[in-house]
């Protein structure tokens, strides 16, 4: 019904910067809020940064001043600009989305993305 698809993961060396991407598509009216997360080898998926239909922002006290995220609602798109990246950014970068549709498809419900790699190191 809804597909979300997360990109711009890769390799880069520390303080290079990065920008990842994430759209929501499908059969779906637009989202409310998305939001990213990241997964650590070994660790628990937490919250990177998330942003609302009103453009209110939340970030992880770890990225506070290096990362930004922004949404693109006309688009369902957001993205993760990622500044000054440190080795222990290296994780999985997930994108959740709060997805509104119509009801006969579930109404209001969160979609995740699949994941993209970014590996910080020299």
């Known amino acids: 019904q809804v597909q979300v698809v997360e990109s711009g993961g890769g390799l880069v060396q520390p303080g290079d910067d990065l920008r990842l991407s994430c759209v929501a598509s499908g059969r779906l009216y637009g989202v409310s809020a998305m939001a990213w997360y990241r997964q650590a080898p070994g660790k628990e998926r937490v919250l990177v940064a998330s942003?609302?239909?009103?453009?209110?922002?939340n970030y992880a006290d770890s990225v506070k001043g290096r990362f930004t995220i922004s949404l693109d609602g006309p688009k369902n798109t957001v993205y993760l600009q990622m500044n000054n990246l440190v080795a222990e950014a290296t994780a999985v970068y997930y994108c959740?989305?709060?997805?509104?549709?119509?009801?006969?498809?579930?109404?209001?419900?969160?979609?995740w993305g699949q994941g993209t790699q970014v590996t910080v190191s020299s």
């Open positions: 959740n989305a709060d997805v509104l549709a119509p009801k006969y498809l579930g109404g209001a419900y969160s979609a």
């Open positions: 942003v609302t239909g009103r453009g209110a922002t």
